[in-house]
Nanobody
Framework: QVQLVESGGGLVQAGGSLRLSCAASGRTFSSYAMGWFRQAPGKEREFVAVINWSGTSTYYADSVKGRFTISIDNAKNTGNLQMNSLKPEDTAVYYC??????????????WGQGTQVTVSS
């Protein structure tokens, strides 16, 4: 059974940083990509970033480009999302997911439970 477990969320002031991690277990992920999505209250889940499992390709939503960095540690089967220069509009529940490369949530078959990120102004 595939499991994804996020950690690292919390409360931070605007301009601050947080690092989210996603630990994957249960199978070999070499053929998958890892994506990060977020969902704010009353809004649809939106794409944040994606990385292939080898770590050689990344893609970001325009809203986070230049502020967020996605990475992967193959040895630990862990993905990370470094979030800098956080803004109040980044407040959301953040989810990691594993699946095909893409920006649609429907391209991902495995999801973590989500971790809350709150940015105060």
């Amino acid at each position: 059974q595939v499991q994804l477990v996020e950690s690292g969320g919390g409360l931070v002031q605007a301009g601050g940083s947080l690092r989210l991690s996603c630990a994957a277990s249960g199978r070999t992920f070499s053929s998958y990509a890892m994506g990060w999505f977020r969902q704010a209250p009353g809004k649809e889940r939106e794409f944040v970033a994606v990385i292939n499992w080898s770590g050689t390709s990344t893609y970001y939503a325009d809203s986070v480009k230049g502020r967020f960095t996605i990475s992967i540690d193959n040895a630990k089967n862990t993905g990370n999302l470094q979030m800098n220069s956080l803004k109040p509009e980044d407040t959301a529940v953040y989810y990691c997911a594993a699946g095909s490369w893409g920006t649609s949530q429907y391209e991902y078959g495995y999801w973590g439970q989500g971790t809350q990120v709150t940015v105060s102004s």
